[in-house]
């Protein structure tokens, strides 16, 4: 399975950006598929999750409200659509795939896949 993110950019505070994941090989459709981010000197951080029907989304306390994340499982493609983006939302997005899924969501570890990551700047 190869994941390759798409879509950062600058941006300034209040605004929007759509990142987008594209995966190919594998079966997309099976898996749980999520959003992480990494800011300089921080560690990788959950920021949202979509199960493989889309019927089942969790999110980040810090970003609950304001990203949307969804799947198109035709096109084998994942989004993150963020809205009212502030500066402490600047890091790199990477989007990973969980083949078989489980309740451990938020932690890096529990995934088998990664995107190359894409970078989202917020100013202020």
């Known amino acids: 399975v190869q994941l390759q993110a798409y879509g950062g950019g600058l941006v300034q505070a209040g605004g929007s950006l759509r990142l987008s994941c594209a995966a190919s090989?594998?079966?997309?459709?099976?898996?749980?598929m999520s959003w992480f981010r990494q800011a300089p000197g921080k560690e990788r951080a959950f920021v949202a999750a979509?199960?493989?029907?889309?019927?089942?989304?969790v999110y980040a306390d810090s970003v609950k409200g304001r990203f949307t994340i969804s799947r198109d499982n035709a096109k084998n493609t994942v989004y993150l659509q963020m809205n009212s983006l502030k500066p402490e939302d600047t890091a790199v997005y990477f989007c990973?795939?969980?083949?078989?899924?489980?309740?451990?969501?938020?932690?890096?570890?529990?995934?088998?896949?990664w995107g190359q990551g894409t970078l989202v700047t917020v100013s202020s």
């Open positions: 990973a795939a969980d083949l078989y899924g489980s309740n451990r969501y938020s932690q890096p570890d529990e995934y088998d896949y």
């Open positions: 090989g594998g079966t997309f459709s099976s898996y749980t």
């Open positions: 979509i199960w493989w029907s889309g019927g089942r989304t």
